[in-house]
């Protein structure tokens, strides 16, 4: 079995994707405690995906590493994201929770075949051009590590050096960088985040990211030209919402054009779908059965603050609560009033299982999910990663046969 360690696990988010792909974890590094709890309280259960885990509570910079086996198959993590955050200071390298240092230390002690490294869409907006430049670098080439007392930007002189020399001596990966809308990977939210991939290179891996299988143009055909959405949730004509005006055009073009034909990709998953099942938590009277569905008061919407429609994927889940500008954390119901999502909605909206129980108040594990990455993007990707690896390890051994 592949073997991995994660690193700033948070809630397991990342990690449960990276099991339900093959990988075995060595250790799963996290600090804050109320998402150690969270995966200690879920493997205390019994539950599958995190059962046996080895979780380091505490800083990544304490753990030890050399408990490790050097060359391990995968390094995962989501460094901290405040200091890139669309919503935070806007700090980057001068903000001490910038942990991607830490990060291309860990690479470049553990020298991993491949690494996956989530963070947010902010990361990659025009203020931080070189700073994201520096960070791919520094890990393309980890053994070029800073000197004491160097300038992050004279470091970054000397990686674009190595760069373009051409030389490929000592440890050295091929990175790739893509930015994801996880509402094209089946997940029912609008969530943006930057994924860096890198295979060491002696792996002579060739890899892109996987396909998208959703789009919003195959919700439009499904809701509105086929109108098979409306039907799957017994909405009958007169409860369906009206077409948005700005689909007019468009839908009329798609009927000449019988598009329902030539859609490949499957439909954006809804808000509407996510939570198909759950009953309403303001009926449930401390009814059980869920968890983690409770009734939160006190949503109101405002300019600006307005919440997520049901039949869209969900805007993106942000760790704030009641503070969160947009209203990312509510729900606009059918009769246009709002509510907060329960947590366990939250938790659907992030594609974690319905068994999997988050430790904590409510306003505390709002914040676990939305620092969290979507179970089911984490499995698409590390599945991807998985198959090269292995493709990879299929491959030494014909040619170690050949020699033989």
């Not at 390094?75 to 994201?81: L, R, S």
């Not at 942990?99 to 490294?117: E, K, N, W």
């Not at 009641?322 to 329960?342: A, I, L, S, W």
Request: net charge positive; glycine share 10%.
């Amino acid at each position: 079995m592949l073997k991995a360690v994660e690193l700033f696990a948070g809630a397991g988010g990342l990690g449960m994707g990276i099991a339900l792909a093959g990988f075995e974890a060595l250790a799963v590094v996290e600090w804050d405690r109320w998402a150690c709890d969270t995966i200690r309280e879920n493997g205390q259960r019994g539950y599958p995906l995190v059962k046996g885990w080895p979780l380091f509570a505490g800083d990544v910079r304490s753990f030890d590493l050399g408990t490790l086996p050097v060359g391990i198959d995968l390094v995962a993590g989501g460094p901290p994201c405040q200091p890139f955050s669309m919503g935070g200071k806007h700090r980057a390298h001068d903000d001490d929770r910038d942990m991607f240092p830490t990060m291309v230390d860990v690479v470049r002690r553990l020298q991993p075949r491949a690494f996956i490294v989530e963070n947010v869409k902010g990361l990659t907006r025009p203020t931080f051009a070189n700073y994201f430049q520096y960070i791919l670098l520094q890990f393309e080439f980890p053994e070029v590590a800073r000197k004491r007392d160097e300038e992050w930007a004279d470091h970054l002189k000397r990686l674009q050096r190595q760069k373009t020399s051409g030389r490929r001596t000592g440890l050295s990966y091929n990175v790739v960088a893509t930015l994801a809308n996880a509402a094209n990977f089946g997940v029912p939210q609008r969530r943006e985040r930057v994924f860096i991939v890198g295979f060491r290179e002696d792996q002579d891996v060739k890899w892109s990211f996987p396909k998208e299988t959703h789009s919003a143009d195959a919700l439009m055909v499904d809701q509105w030209v086929t109108q098979d959405y409306w039907e799957r949730h017994r909405i009958g004509r007169k409860a369906r919402p009206p077409m948005p005006p700005s689909l007019a055009g468009r839908i009329e073009e798609q009927r000449q054009l019988n598009l329902r034909a030539n859609v490949v990709r499957a439909p954006w998953v809804t808000v509407r779908d996510a939570i198909q099942g759950l009953p309403d938590p303001e009926r449930l009277r401390g009814e059980a059965r869920y968890h983690n569905h409770r009734y939160q008061s006190g949503a109101r919407s405002y300019p600006g603050h307005t919440g997520s429609p049901l039949d869209l994927p969900a805007k993106t889940l942000k760790s704030g609560v009641h503070g969160v500008p947009g209203g990312e954390n509510m729900m606009v119901r059918d009769d246009g009033t709002v509510r907060y999502f329960t947590a366990r909605e939250a938790a659907r909206l992030q594609t974690f299982p319905d068994g999997y129980v988050f430790h904590g108040a409510w306003s505390e594990i709002m914040r676990q999910l939305g620092n969290a990455v979507p179970v089911a993007l984490a499995r698409i990707v590390a599945a991807s990663v998985a198959e090269k690896l292995l493709q990879a390890d299929m491959l030494r051994q014909v040619r170690a046969a050949g020699r033989a």
